[in-house]
């Protein structure tokens, strides 16, 4: 095979199994009985990809890997005859590209079982990209091990999970794990969702396996805030444009909030605003059914930070987003209220509508950042939150 494969041969070669590859495949199939197969032609770097589950039989040059998996509809039901492709990740790279893959190394179709296989595949990081039904791809980020061949499932659907945030954010998504509970969810029901966020721009985005990518999706200012998300979806400028664009093109259920600072809401016109402000983002969201919007209400402020009147209309703003008025008739917009898993309930006390006592970091200080037990109490509910989004597309 690998002299073959380092000719380049562009046409499909037949290969004969031998006994060495008897046993039961994962895919259900007893290998021994299928008494050829067509392999695609070979591939960039010696590559040889296969239309069937590979193991570590089918490695052969030392110094390089495999990957394998299977290609399964919205149902769990195999895929036959997906197109899969492989290509090298320069070290820069950022996100894995949901578009259709310009430059490609190696390439498959899935199997009657919608098992793929790349064999030989020299070690290092690899994007392996699996074509979906209505012509879209979703991609997926590998490291290759020399002698082993690591497993990459695809399930179609929106599978591509994002979240824009701050510091708050950040709470959640490491304190909360919200990583492991997307995993474990995996693991239980047999999906393939992946979790990607974003921080500051300096921060940039982080990968499901929870590596910093390098890169940065340049949010206009660095904004956030209300005003600046209506600027990111909903704005004319070109740093909008090509922002949500790389958003967009890289991902599929889109959750993004403002932080806590913007629960200071003093007045009705203040209020007003806000609501003007995500109406035109709604707007935007409507052009772009394809995807899902998860908006997220504003985090509560601590008791020391903010009184009555913006402590109510903050829960007024939360209690608008996740109404009729903001979502029905727009099924690709969900909300995940944040206000009232941190906030008191709004019962005429002193504290209502304010961060909660127990989640507070400190009692002495006007600080809002949710402590550890109010991230650990938010991570799985909000994991949850975004595969619901995901599964009710």
Not at 26 to 54: C, L, W
Not at 363 to 373: E, I
């Amino acid at each position: 095979m690998t002299p073959l494969a380092r000719f380049g041969s562009a046409l499909a070669l037949v290969l004969l199994l031998t006994s060495a590859l008897a046993g039961c495949g994962d895919d259900g199939e007893d290998r021994a009985t299928v008494t050829s197969e067509v392999v695609e032609a070979p591939g960039a770097y010696g590559i040889v990809p296969y239309s069937r589950r590979v193991t570590t039989v089918d490695l052969t040059v030392g110094g390089t890997g495999g990957v394998t998996g299977q290609a399964r509809d919205a149902e769990g039901a195999p895929r036959p005859k997906a197109r899969v492709t492989l290509t090298l990740v320069a070290a820069s790279a950022g996100a894995a590209s949901a578009e259709e893959p310009s430059a490609v190394d190696a390439a498959t179709t899935t199997s009657r079982r919608g098992w793929y296989g790349f064999a030989n595949v020299p070690a290092g990081r690899w994007r392996v990209r699996c074509r979906n039904g209505d012509g879209t791809w979703t991609a997926k980020v590998v490291q290759i091990q020399a002698g082993a061949v690591a497993t990459r499932h695809f399930t179609e659907g929106l599978m591509n999970l994002f979240f824009l945030h701050h510091s708050t954010g950040a709470g959640i998504v490491f304190e909360g794990d919200v990583r492991g509970c997307i995993q474990t969810y995996n693991q239980q029901h047999g999906t393939s969702y992946t979790f990607w966020d974003h921080g500051y721009n300096g921060d940039g985005l982080t990968d499901p396996d929870g590596n910093n990518t390098g890169t940065n999706y340049d949010i206009p200012n660095d904004n956030t805030d209300p005003d600046g998300l209506a600027y990111l979806w909903s704005g004319t400028g070109s740093d909008a444009v090509q922002c949500r664009n790389r958003i967009l093109s890289n991902h599929e259920v889109i959750a993004f909030k403002s932080c806590f600072p913007a629960s200071a809401i003093p007045d009705a016109g203040t209020l007003s605003q806000y609501k003007a402000w995500y109406l035109a983002m709604r707007d935007f969201f409507d052009t772009r059914t394809d995807r899902v919007f998860v908006v997220m209400s504003t985090p509560p402020l601590h008791r020391r930070s903010t009184n009555s009147t913006e402590a109510k209309n903050a829960r007024r703003f939360a209690d608008w987003l996740k109404s009729d008025a903001y979502l029905s008739g727009h099924p690709n917009v969900v909300c995940f209220d944040l206000f009232d898993v941190l906030a008191k309930a709004d019962d005429g006390s002193a504290t209502a509508n304010m961060l909660r006592y127990e989640y507070e970091g400190s009692h002495s200080n006007g600080d809002s950042h949710p402590n550890t037990l109010a991230n650990q109490t938010v991570g799985p509910v909000f994991a949850q939150a975004l595969i619901d989004a995901a599964r009710s597309h």
